[in-house]
Structure formats: C-alpha cells, structure tokens
Nanobody
C-alpha cells in the first residue's frame, strides 16, 4: 500500500523558515516522482516543486524559486521541502504527492496524496 505523509508545518513569521517532510512507503522510491503542492483559502491548488520529475530533475514554481529547496533522502524514503524567506502569501495547506508515471507538476498526474500540513506565515 502506497502511503504519503507530510509533517513539519506550523506558524512562522515572515522571513522565517520551515522544513516540510514527506515520508513515503509502499513503492520503489527511486522510480517515483514526488511533488509538493499547496492550496491557499479560496484558491486552486498549485504545484510548488517536484523531484525526480521532468526526466530526472527538479522543478520550482516561479513564486518559490530561490527560496524553496526540494531534496530527498533515499535511505529513509523521505522528501524535504526547505522553505526560507517565507512570505504571508506562502500561507497554505501543503500537500505531498507521489506517482510512478508523473512527468511534471500538474496535480492530475499524481495518484497518491498525503493529508496535508498547514503552513501559516504571519506578517
């Protein structure tokens, strides 16, 4: 059974940092694309970053490029999203998703989702 579990969300002041974790199980980690998405109140879910995507590389949305870093730990099947220089507009529920056939950061490419973790950035 594929499982995807996020953790690490919380409340932080603008300019601060958080690191989200996505712990996975039930599949061959190297064969899957892992994506991070977020959904702010009243807005559609958007792709933030992915790893092992786009033919084996990483991707960042323009809104987070230079501030967020995605990485993985093959020993623990965990993907991290290091978020620095956080802004109030980064406030959202962050989701981790996995799929063996995803290419990019379109949410419809991903079959397996976590429950989400809330990130709130105060001004």
């Amino acid at each position: 059974e594929v499982q995807v579990v996020e953790s690490g969300g919380g409340l932080v002041q603008a300019g601060g940092s958080l690191r989200l974790s996505c712990t996975t199980s039930g599949f061959t980690f190297d064969d899957y694309v892992i994506g991070w998405f977020r959904q702010a109140p009243g807005k559609e879910r958007e792709g933030v970053s992915c790893i092992n995507c786009l033919d084996g590389t990483t991707y960042y949305a323009d809104s987070v490029k230079g501030r967020f870093t995605i990485s993985n730990d093959n020993a623990t099947n965990t993907v991290y999203l290091q978020m620095n220089s956080l802004k109030p507009e980064d406030t959202a529920v962050y989701y981790c998703a996995a799929d063996g056939a995803a290419w990019g950061i379109n949410e419809y490419e991903y079959d397996f989702w976590g429950q989400g973790t809330q990130v709130t950035v105060s001004s």
